[in-house]
């Protein structure tokens, strides 16, 4: 049986000043367990736009990582308002962002499409007023 190791990070709601942090200290610990570079530069991609995400869309939530001997996996869950139409919310420039997100910098649409670009697998599952489940999988190796 493959060992696993995993790590959980709480987001909270409109933390501006945190976020940042899950994807910060799971850099760390990937470094510390010798995993290839070019997978820790992606995965902190991934878990950076998950946390904004979950923080701007959802209102908190909690980003797992699960380290195993030839993946990570990265998950985001929350109990948001769901995402309506994830075709239209993978677009690139497509966001629901207030003004007052997109006057701090944000709200360019451009996260989820980097989520992917840098996964091997992304999957997302949503219901519309109980939440959004996000799951990456990034290869060590790739094919
Ligand atoms: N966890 C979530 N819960 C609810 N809606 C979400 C969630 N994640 C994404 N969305 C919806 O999908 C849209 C697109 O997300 P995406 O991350 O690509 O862009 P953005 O967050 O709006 O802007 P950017 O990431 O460039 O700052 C969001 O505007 C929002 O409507
Ligand atoms: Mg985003």
Same mark, same amino acid.
């Given at each position: 049986m493959t060992e696993v190791y995993v790590e959980e990070y709480v987001v909270k709601g409109d933390s501006f000043l945190e976020v940042g942090e899950a994807s910060t200290k799971l850099k760390g610990t990937l470094k510390m367990l010798g995993i290839p570079s070019d997978v820790t530069r992606r995965a902190s991609v991934v878990v950076y736009e998950a946390e904004m995400n979950v923080m701007i869309h959802a209102g908190g939530g909690v980003i797992k990582a699960s380290i195993s001997s030839d993946s990570l996996v990265i998950e985001a869950v929350d109990h948001g308002? /769901?995402? @309506?139409d994830i075709d239209l919310a993978m677009q690139e420039g497509y966001s629901t962002a207030s003004d007052r997100i997109r006057e701090l910098g944000? /709200? @360019? /649409?451009m996260g989820l499409p980097n989520i992917k670009r840098n996964s091997d697998e992304l999957d997302i599952e949503t219901a519309l007023g109980e939440g959004t489940t996000l799951r990456a999988t990034l290869r060590f190796e790739r094919g």
């Amino acid at each position: 049986m493959t060992e696993v190791y995993v790590e959980e990070y709480v987001v909270k709601g409109d933390s501006f000043l945190e976020v940042g942090e899950a994807s910060t200290k799971l850099k760390g610990t990937l470094k510390m367990l010798g995993i290839p570079s070019d997978v820790t530069r992606r995965a902190s991609v991934v878990v950076y736009e998950a946390e904004m995400n979950v923080m701007i869309h959802a209102g908190g939530g909690v980003i797992k990582a699960s380290i195993s001997s030839d993946s990570l996996v990265i998950e985001a869950v929350d109990h948001g308002p /769901g995402i @309506a139409d994830i075709d239209l919310a993978m677009q690139e420039g497509y966001s629901t962002a207030s003004d007052r997100i997109r006057e701090l910098g944000f /709200g @360019a /649409g451009m996260g989820l499409p980097n989520i992917k670009r840098n996964s091997d697998e992304l999957d997302i599952e949503t219901a519309l007023g109980e939440g959004t489940t996000l799951r990456a999988t990034l290869r060590f190796e790739r094919g």
